[in-house]
């Protein structure tokens, strides 16, 4: 049988994600919605040194706190859909753990800067990691994607609506 760990775990942020967003109203869901969409990600100093020979890649998975959220259902209406849905089966922000991932275009490096397209992202929003996409790793040929099949062309005029802030 399986037990809880006893620790709780605390992650600290290692940057701020900085974009035109200013509320999640309004902002794209998913980054294929945010086309051309520019943002900075600003690492902070401590963390600069991780960042080096990012340069090399075209894309890189951004890993964040949601830190406008305030509670989580384990049930949930997504953005492009009008039923309720287990939070696992979605990509809904107000989850246990409110975490988020985007794959962006990543532009260019300067310094303790990264430059990225197709940004998804609520300005100030907590940056908890970063990782390169790879292709030969994340990409899964004959992937399914479950309820979303039916909804998934509405993914370009979807918006936040501001339903998972509270």
Do not use: C
């Not at 605390?10 to 900085?18: H, T």
């Not at 999640?24 to 945010?34: L, N, Y």
């Not at 100093?45 to 090399?56: S, V």
């Not at 794959?103 to 990264?114: A, D």
């Amino acid at each position: 049988m399986w037990t809880r760990p006893a620790e709780e775990v605390v992650y600290r942020p290692i940057g701020v994600i900085r974009t035109p967003f200013k509320d999640p109203r309004g902002t794209p869901i998913q980054p294929p919605a945010a086309r051309g969409v520019r943002g900075i990600v600003v690492v902070y100093p401590e963390y600069a040194a991780g960042l080096k020979d990012l340069e090399g890649f075209s894309h890189v998975i951004l890993i964040y706190h949601f830190h406008l959220v305030r509670s989580y259902k384990l049930l949930v209406t997504p953005y492009m859909d009008e039923e309720a849905r287990g939070v696992f089966a979605t990509r809904a922000p107000a989850r246990p753990n409110p975490i988020g991932i985007s794959i962006v275009r990543l532009v260019e490096v300067r310094g303790n800067i990264l430059e990225v397209e197709d940004v998804d992202i609520v300005d100030g929003t907590p940056l908890l990691d970063i990782k390169p996409y790879v292709p030969h790793f994340d990409h899964r040929p004959g992937a399914k994607i479950g309820w979303l099949e039916r909804r998934i062309a509405r993914l370009r005029a979807t918006r936040d609506d501001g339903r998972f802030v509270e």
